[in-house]
């Protein structure tokens, strides 16, 4: 057998030793006996061909710039949101001269999707919180996509259609044998943990209604608005394991459950995340005066019931749902799938942009008169020499870490106690896994009534991302279904006998880490500024890797282009 390796090997090579380190969360089934779990089960590993671009990356394959085939105003690389958000913006303010190029064969970057037997489901992002009236250019695009259908008449706040909300239960989590719903194990907890757990939620109260002098909040969106006095600078700066220590927040629940939110929202433990970016999923949203439920607007009392600050939107197939949402309103004229782009440069009338058609094998070149590069930044020095030659090194700050989701086919909904029906979100404690997420109770699914269902799993590779980078990509279908398998076989005994199919997709370079100093540092600002008529964006030097900042971010991105080409235009920001 290939993969005959011991647990401990296999955790080492994972770098999930440290984690494991007393916790017994490894299958304890014989390597063999795992695979025999496999037997009757298919699957692939699915996604564009990675080779290629690495090929590239590491300098495998010469090319020649071209002489241009076409003009643009405005190039855009890569049709993740940060470049839909762009090409959005510029095609609502009248601009559409533009193109936008995308490596793989479909946009939307990590927040894709994809179907199978007619059920839809996310290879990536998949969900937002509902947007507040601050936020104007985020309402635009969500109102654009018909996510908002009024403004409350007392407090102007946007209301959402009861059509993406996730109904409650939003989440179970299985711990020691038995499942708890909501996000904490509460039949494992002492009376101390409910003391550190109160204190935790004060705390972050104060931060979510703290303001400085100017009126600025400390948490919230967009990242380069927020408060930069000491007191909220110190937080970024410091890492949220010494932000809990401080506190004397001990309870080992309560960092375990604080742990996996960070890992979850933004790929790092509290050990190595900054303070900031820890707290900013429970303190951004801000603090609003309850009012009567607006007459003309009537949610259901099932959506009046979740509290407002733990409201979320979310779709079968995830954010694809606003990535298709997007396109609807770009021309697919400008959408060029499949087109991996090799070279941005300067010239003196703008840019060119020369790349690889994978389907003809062409090298191909475009001029236009600014470019957005919408990429991942680890691409930045491979595509845009002059970088180098201008001595720009902050780029090689960006550190990304791996995930991997998994979509898996079951014969039916896995079982749950009566008392706790299933989740939205179902989670292990101290596992190695964020859990799966079950999409058939969401308003828009279309679950047929055969009983099947899809399941998506979640995994994100922090502890050593290099060394997990390369393990992802070494093994095959095999090895990490039988992982998958046997993790939810720990929640759910009859997980073998219900699964079918297995799909994976491997991000590699899944999501930026926000470690101290990066949010708010010297760095971030410098990976800012343009190169000539060369503009970033992207989540990463957007900062965090959620909708609301990318798409924001973008649409200030595009602001700055239509400026550049001279496309008159009233500012969204
Ligand atoms: C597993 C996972 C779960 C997530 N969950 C959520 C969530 O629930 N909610 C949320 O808000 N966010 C979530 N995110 C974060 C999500 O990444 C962002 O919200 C957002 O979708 C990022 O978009 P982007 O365009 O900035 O980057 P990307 O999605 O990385 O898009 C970049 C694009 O550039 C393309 N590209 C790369 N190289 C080239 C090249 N050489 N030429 C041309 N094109 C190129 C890529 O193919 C890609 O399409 C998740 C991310 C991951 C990985």
């Not at 259609?161 to 038995?178: E, Q």
């Not at 991000?507 to 926000?514: D, L, P, S, T």
Request: hydrophobic content about 40%; some cysteine.
């Amino acid at each position: 057998m290939a993969h005959e390796i011991s647990r401990r090997e296999l955790l080492k090579a994972l770098g999930l030793a440290g984690l494991a380190g007393g916790i017994s969360w490894w299958g304890a089934l014989p390597w063999t006996e795992q695979q025999a779990r496999l037997r009757g089960i298919s699957g692939a590993i699915v996604g564009d061909d990675v080779e290629v671009g690495h090929r590239w990356r590491d300098g495998g394959f010469a090319f020649q710039e071209q002489v241009p085939t076409k003009q643009f105003g405005v190039a855009i690389i890569g049709g993740g949101v940060s470049g839909l958000c762009a090409a959005w913006r510029m095609q609502q303010a009248g601009m559409t001269d533009f193109v936008i190029l995308e490596r793989a064969s479909e946009m939307g970057g990590t927040a894709k999707s994809g179907s199978r037997a007619g059920h839809r489901y996310p290879w990536g992002a998949h969900y937002v919180d509902p947007p507040s009236k601050e936020l104007r250019s985020l309402c635009k695009i969500y109102e654009d996509c018909g996510l908002i259908i009024g403004y409350h008449p007392s407090d102007q706040q946007p209301i959402c259609d009861p059509r993406h909300i996730v109904r409650l239960p939003h989440r179970n989590i299985f711990a020691k044998g038995a499942w708890s719903q909501g996000r904490y194990p509460w039949h494992l907890m002492k009376a101390s943990d409910y003391q550190d757990l109160e204190r935790f939620e004060q705390i972050a109260s104060h931060w979510s209604n703290w303001l400085d002098p100017s009126g600025k909040r400390a948490f919230g969106f967009p990242l380069d608005s927020v408060s930069r006095a000491d007191s909220v600078v110190r937080l970024e700066r410091m890492t949220m394991l010494a932000f809990l220590q401080e506190h004397r927040l001990d309870s080992g629940v309560l960092r375990w459950s604080i742990n996996d939110r960070c890992i979850d929202e933004f790929s790092l433990p509290i050990e190595s995340i900054s303070a900031w970016a820890g707290l900013q999923y429970y303190a951004s949203l801000a603090p609003r005066k309850k009012v009567p439920p607006a007459k003309d607007f009537a949610l259901p009392p099932e959506v009046e019931a979740i509290d407002p600050t733990d409201r979320k939107m979310s779709w079968p197939e995830g954010n694809a749902f606003l990535v298709r949402q997007l396109l609807r309103r770009i021309s697919p004229a400008s959408c060029r799938t499949s087109q991996m782009v090799l070279r941005v440069r300067n010239v003196p009338e703008g840019v060119r942009v020369t790349f690889l058609d994978l389907n003809t094998r062409k090298i191909e070149t475009i001029a236009a008169r600014c470019a957005i590069f919408a990429a991942p930044k680890y691409l930045a020095y491979p595509c845009i020499p002059e970088l180098t030659a201008l001595g720009r090194s902050e780029f090689r700050q960006m550190r990304y870490i791996p995930w991997i989701v998994a979509n898996l086919r079951c014969r039916r909904r896995p079982s749950f106690p009566s008392k706790t029906p299933i989740a939205w979100e179902n989670f292990g404690f101290r596992s190695w896994s964020q859990g799966y997420i079950y999409a058939d109770d969401l308003p828009t699914s279309d679950a047929e009534e055969d009983e099947q269902t899809t399941l998506t799993f979640y995994a994100c590779f922090a502890s050593s991302p290099d060394q997990e980078r390369r393990s992802l990509l070494r093994e095959g279908w095999d090895f990490w279904a039988s992982q998958i398998l046997e993790e939810l076989t720990r929640m759910h005994p009859e997980m073998p006998d219900i699964v079918t199919h297995i799909d994976i997709f491997r991000w590699g370079h899944a999501m930026h880490a926000a470690y101290p100093g990066f949010l708010f540092g010297e760095d971030r600002r410098k990976m800012q500024q343009p190169c000539g008529q060369i503009l970033f964006a992207h989540c990463d030097v957007g900062g965090l890797a959620v909708f609301e900042q990318v798409s924001m971010y973008s649409v200030g991105i595009a602001e700055e282009a239509l400026r550049r080409i001279k496309h008159p235009f009233t500012s969204i920001q």
